[in-house]
């Protein structure tokens, strides 16, 4: 299988905390890797380090075989946008735009006309289960339609990675399982996704579970 | 771009009421900018437009020169030291020598538009009981045309008159109203330094809209003036009027060396209203300038606001893929459309205050008359009102902005 993340001896401090030790880790394309661990154990330091939107104090990461240069500010932002999808325990929503402009921010970014943009996360909205939901502002719709919304803008870019740092932390059971059906559903279609939860049968839900402890992968 | 523009008009448009109160900080300054700086303008501009037109570009005069140390009288004996100063003036002709040479000579350089000979003096004017003092200028109707334009100020164009008939007089407006003089062809009793005296009729008014002017001024035939006083002949002052007035000084330091007689330009003659009105200026812009940095802080705190309420949505924005350089812009581009919106709405409100203001009819009555305020409606004041609105609304986003950009998503995720 080919690796799309590939990570080697990265380290992580915060002021003087160690919070990554010497973490090895390949992560195989079309795989649903969850990440479990206590409180503390570092788990999303990794997710982020992975996402790219922290940088490790040493190591080295590869995306796709190539090594990332964390100093290039400018390429990380377009490696966010055009191969990452993120999904947070919070939606993030911007409270000004409706669920369907959400949707497009990121579609705007990359340079799509507004109205072509519209058309797209319109499909992605449909995906989620959300059509008819397009101009309902963020406040207007429930917790697990929120997150929809938020996979939904995750999406649009048509990444090949979805980053999920506890998805469906603030969901109830319900929601949380449409939640975990969508990512189901999009790993069939070939997507990435890593998944940060500390709920056990969540993880057992996915291909691979990674267990971290004090800043170490254990198994 | 779009996707600036997209965001940075949707989180404006949800603020309404801020927005609404530093848009309106920001017009008030611009309208303020407008209608002040063309009131000024236009009062002074009036003012040196006038007083060009009557003080003639350049003058040259005898001057008075004082001769100090000049010893009197000396006392010297057994214990006695003593010297008697006078400092009165020299004895020097009040006259320019040779004025007619004078006159042909600058007459014929290009920079010169016309020459006039005048005999300048004061004269004590009575009209029944009443008593004036005046200062009486001698002209020459022909020339004095070539070097001013004294038929503008002169309420019903009878200069030649004083061609025609010796006697007549032309008086200012103020001067005749303190008289009592309220219709031509009055006659009036003048005493001249010299002792003499005449009797002679008004035939016009000499109304320049300058208060010190129009209260004392008496224009005669120079004939006349010196057959009255003694001096045949003589001329004691030339006005010039120049191609381009902003010469003036310059050229008057040429005459001056060339001639030896004292020269004034109208910079020179008119150096105090200048120095007050730079003064003025300063003033005014400094009130301005108070208002504009007040409505910069407007927007400066509308943008930190909403930058402080926006750190989740920044944070969500920069994970997307927006770089710190779109960040920057999202926030810089509701300051500037805050700053944009208040300069469109100041340059409205400045042109109605301007219309409202050149609409009123009041008598000013000061350092000039006028009937209304005297605006200069330039252009330029609207684009510098916009020009400020544009900068000062950059300068107040920036720093929002760039706090903005320098935001650590992984922070805000962490923290919830």
């Known amino acids: ?219 | 771009m779009t996707h600036i523009l997209f965001i940075a008009l949707k989180f404006i448009f949800e603020r309404k009421r801020q927005t609404f109160v530093s848009i309106t900080g920001v017009s008030i300054g611009v309208a303020a900018f407008i209608v002040m700086a063309s009131l000024m303008n236009g009062f002074q501009k009036y003012f040196i437009e006038q007083a060009i037109d009557l003080n003639a570009h350049i003058t040259i005069k005898v001057k008075p020169q004082t001769v100090e140390d000049k010893i009197v009288k000396r006392y010297y004996g057994e214990d006695i030291i003593a010297d008697v100063y006078g400092a009165k003036p020299e004895e020097k002709k009040d006259k320019i020598t040779n004025y007619r040479f004078i006159i042909s000579k600058y007459s014929k350089e290009p920079d010169f538009l016309g020459l006039a000979p005048h005999l300048v003096g004061q004269a004590i004017v009575k009209y029944s009981t009443l008593e004036k003092s005046a200062t009486v200028i001698g002209i020459d109707p022909i020339q004095e045309r070539n070097a001013s334009v004294i038929d503008k100020f002169v309420e019903n164009g009878n200069i030649n008159t004083l061609l025609t008939d010796r006697n007549s007089i032309i008086i200012g407006k103020l001067l005749a109203k303190d008289l009592g003089i309220d219709r031509l062809n009055k006659k009036v009793i003048i005493t001249f330094p010299n002792g003499s005296q005449g009797v002679f009729k008004v035939v016009d008014f000499f109304n320049s809209g300058i208060t010190s002017l129009d209260q004392t001024r008496l224009y005669m035939n120079i004939r006349t003036y010196q057959a009255m006083t003694n001096r045949p002949g003589e001329v004691n002052e030339i006005i010039i009027k120049l191609k381009d007035v902003n010469k003036a000084e310059k050229l008057a330091k040429k005459i001056e060396a060339e001639t030896g007689y004292y020269t004034e330009s109208w910079q020179k003659a008119y150096k105090n209203f200048l120095q007050l009105f730079k003064i003025q200026n300063y003033i005014t812009y400094m009130i301005v300038f108070a208002i504009l940095v007040v409505s910069a802080f407007g927007i400066f705190n509308i943008i930190m606001m909403i930058v402080m309420e926006k750190r989740k949505d920044i944070a969500i924005l920069m994970a997307i893929g927006y770089e710190k350089d779109d960040i920057i812009k999202i926030f810089t581009v509701q300051g500037l459309l805050n700053g944009v919106l208040g300069a469109i709405i100041g340059t409205v409100l400045g042109y109605g205050i301007q219309e409202w203001l050149s609409s009123i009819q009041i008598d000013v009555e000061g350092l000039v008359r006028a009937k209304g305020f005297i605006l200069d409606r330039s252009f330029v004041y609207y684009v510098y009102g916009v020009i400020f609105a544009f900068v000062f609304s950059l300068l107040a986003s920036f720093y929002p902005s760039y706090k903005a950009s320098k935001l650590n998503p992984v922070d805000i995720f962490r923290s919830g």
């Open chain 1, 1 to 219: 299988m080919k690796t799309i993340i590939k990570l080697s001896k990265i380290n992580k401090f915060i002021g003087q905390e160690h919070i990554l030790k010497d973490v090895d880790l390949d992560i195989y394309k079309g795989e649903f890797v969850s990440i479990i661990g206590p409180s503390g154990s570092g788990k999303s330091s990794l997710l982020y380090i992975m996402g790219l939107l922290d940088s490790p104090t040493s190591g080295n990461l590869y995306i796709d075989g190539n090594l990332i240069n964390f100093k290039n500010q400018r390429e990380i932002a377009r490696l966010r946008n055009i191969k990452m999808g993120f999904v947070f325990q919070f939606h993030y929503l911007i409270n000004e735009l409706t669920a369907l402009e959400n949707v497009i921010v990121p579609l705007l970014k990359r340079g799509v006309s507004v109205s072509k943009a519209k058309s797209i996360g319109r499909e992605f909205l449909y995906k989620v289960g959300l059509d008819g939901k397009e101009d309902r502002k963020p406040y207007e719709l429930s917790g697990g339609q929120q997150q929809r919304v938020a996979i939904a803008r995750a999406l649009s870019n048509n990444p090949e990675v979805i980053i999920a740092d506890e998805p469906t932390g603030n969901l109830d059971s319900k929601n949380t399982q449409i939640v975990m059906e969508i990512f189901k559903q999009l790993n069939k279609e070939g997507k990435t996704i890593i998944m940060v939860t500390h709920e056990l049968d969540l993880a057992n839900q996915t291909n691979r579970t990674i267990s971290m402890k004090d800043g170490k992968i254990v198994s």
